[in-house]
């Protein structure tokens, strides 16, 4: 049975079957990169103008659009003959009332199955099931190849999907170390940790987990030199002070307080 795969976490990619039929070309890639975050939802020739020119389309925008349609449709004729003869690449890629969207039997979306078992990861923490949910999780983020949409000149929806899509995995990789935190690993989970803290120096929750799994492995100084390292990141970027939160966190570690030391559970100020 002939399906359509996409990919959108990493350098772009959609097949049919699997025969690509991602076009070398950018605006040609970026309208079919589009309507793929589409979802089979028609995508109005406003929205494949501001994405393609950016706010300044040439003279007669839909005649070009109508070009690089041509295009892909070939390209979709070509993987589509391979497989089924009886599919028409203008059943695939259809033009509807006002724009253009993809249609096909079957989609299959790595962004669609990473979200999935990052709803279920989140919700097995939620329950507590931390072995469920650090493999969830871990499963999810697995599908990862690059940042979304990697080699796609982004704007518009585009850009704002590939921004979404990168927060989300963020906050996957937040649930998942809290998860492993509660069972224990936080030995492996320091250079992780330190390797995220230094790519987003201003994200307190990463600096919490890093503070934390050092204070856990027997390394108190190194969780405080942590929060000092944020907290002059915050006044010299910033010009404020860390949350009360993160600061609570900081006095636990100063305390030595036994909560820090219980693995089942995180402080409660996070």
């Given at each position: ?171 996957a990789v937040e649930s998942r170390i809290e998860a492993e935190l509660r069972l224990g690993r936080h ?62 966190l900081h006095r636990r570690v100063l305390a030595g307080e036994p909560l820090l030391d219980a693995p ?7």
């Amino acid at each position: 049975m002939a399906y359509l795969r996409i990919g959108l976490l990493g350098p772009f990619a959609a097949s049919v079957g699997d025969v690509s039929i991602v076009p070398s070309a950018s605006k040609q890639r970026r309208l079919l990169a589009l309507l793929a975050i589409g979802g089979g939802r028609e995508v109005g020739m406003s929205a494949i103008a501001e994405e393609l020119w950016q706010g300044c389309p040439p003279a007669g925008p839909s005649a070009a659009v109508q070009t690089y349609v041509k295009e892909l449709r070939q390209r979709i004729a070509a993987a589509v003959s391979r497989l089924s003869p009886r599919l028409d690449a203008k059943e695939i890629l259809v033009r509807g009332h006002s724009g253009y969207r993809l249609c096909m039997p079957e989609v299959r979306t790595d962004a669609r199955g990473f979200e999935l078992s990052v709803r279920q990861g989140h919700q097995a923490l939620a329950d507590g099931d931390d072995e469920r949910a650090a493999r969830l999780l871990s499963d999810g983020l697995a599908l990862w190849r690059g940042p979304a949409l990697g080699d796609v000149r982004a704007s518009g929806a585009l850009r704002a999907e590939a921004l979404r899509l990168d927060e989300v995995r963020l906050a996957a990789v937040e649930s998942r170390i809290e998860a492993e935190l509660r069972l224990g690993r936080h030995v492996h989970l320091v250079s992780e940790l330190t390797a995220l803290t230094s790519l987003h120096p201003l994200q307190e929750s990463l600096h919490a987990l890093l503070m934390v799994a050092l204070y856990r492995s027997g390394r108190p100084s190194q969780a405080l030199e942590s929060f000092r390292r944020l907290r002059a990141a915050y006044v010299r970027e910033l010009g404020i002070e860390p949350s009360r939160r993160l600061q609570e966190l900081h006095r636990r570690v100063l305390a030595g307080e036994p909560l820090l030391d219980a693995p089942e559970r995180m402080p409660a100020a996070f």
